[in-house]
T-cell receptor
Framework: DADVTQTPRNRITKTGKRIMLECSQT?????MYWYRQDPGLGLQLIYY???????NKGEISDGYSVSRQAQAKFSLSLESAIPNQTALYFC??????????FGSGTRLTVV | ELKVEQNPLFLSMQEGKNYTIYCNYS?????LYWYRQDPGKSLESLFV?????AVKQEGRLMASLDTKARLSTLHITAAVHDLSATYFC????????????FGTGTRLTIIP
């Protein structure tokens, strides 16, 4: 099994729908992150969490929310999806010494 | 606010040639990362550079870090087609506030 598992791998949804992307990790790390990648661009940080009770906004949090259900689980929600949220979404986890592990990504298309 | 800039954004080079990708960042940081990404795929970790003057090499790729200049380089030696990918540098904030800030990436195409 992968260290960081993202579900679904691909999703097409309609404008205005609520959608949740899920991430689980088996590394035992406290730190988890959600990034967004637009075509031809680098990754931008949406939200991050340093432990279950600690949630922080990243560079581009507008239109997104997160839930840290447990140390191993960190979900990203789009409350009302819009087309410009079409992107590749990555979840990651890290230890305190900067060892990052990324998931395989979720390709989201909003039509 | 930490900013990370890479250049060039696009690089097309012939097999067998050498080239360098540059990564500049705007504030003091503890760690500098290089990643490779193939189209539609996740990130593959290449190097983590932790201190001034650090140099790491793996095959045809060599990364270095100059913290005083806030500059890292990724040097490609005798390029081969398999190295075609997008390469990202990323910088970690200081200890206790770890989160990666990425450059925009360099799309490298190796022409046979």
């Amino acid at each position: 099994d992968a260290d960081v598992t993202q579900t679904p791998r691909n999703r097409i949804t309609k404008t205005g729908k609520r959608i949740m992307l899920e991430c689980s990790q088996t590394k035992g790390h406290d730190r988890m992150y959600w990034y967004r990648q637009d075509p031809g661009l680098g990754l931008q940080l949406i939200y991050y969490s340093f432990d279950v009770k600690d949630i922080n906004k990243g560079e581009i949090s507008d239109g997104y929310s997160v839930s840290r259900q447990a140390q191993a689980k960190f979900s990203l929600s789009l409350e009302s999806a819009i087309p410009n949220q079409t992107a590749l979404y990555f979840c990651a986890t890290s230890d305190p010494w900067g060892d990052y592990t990324f998931g395989s990504g979720t390709r989201l298309t909003v039509v | 606010e930490l900013k990370v800039e890479q250049n060039p954004l696009f690089l097309s080079m012939q097999e067998g040639k050498n080239y360098t990708i540059y990564c500049n960042y705007s504030t003091t940081s503890d760690r500098l990362y290089w990643y490779r990404q193939d189209p539609g795929k996740s990130l593959e970790s290449l190097f983590v550079l932790l201190s001034n003057g650090a140099v790491k090499q793996e095959g045809r790729l060599m990364a270095s870090l100059d913290t005083k200049a806030r500059l890292s380089t990724l040097h490609i030696t005798a390029a081969v087609h398999d190295l075609s990918a997008t390469y990202f540098c990323a910088v970690d904030m200081n200890f206790g506030n770890e989160k990666l800030t990425f450059g925009t990436g360099t799309r490298l195409t190796i022409i046979p």
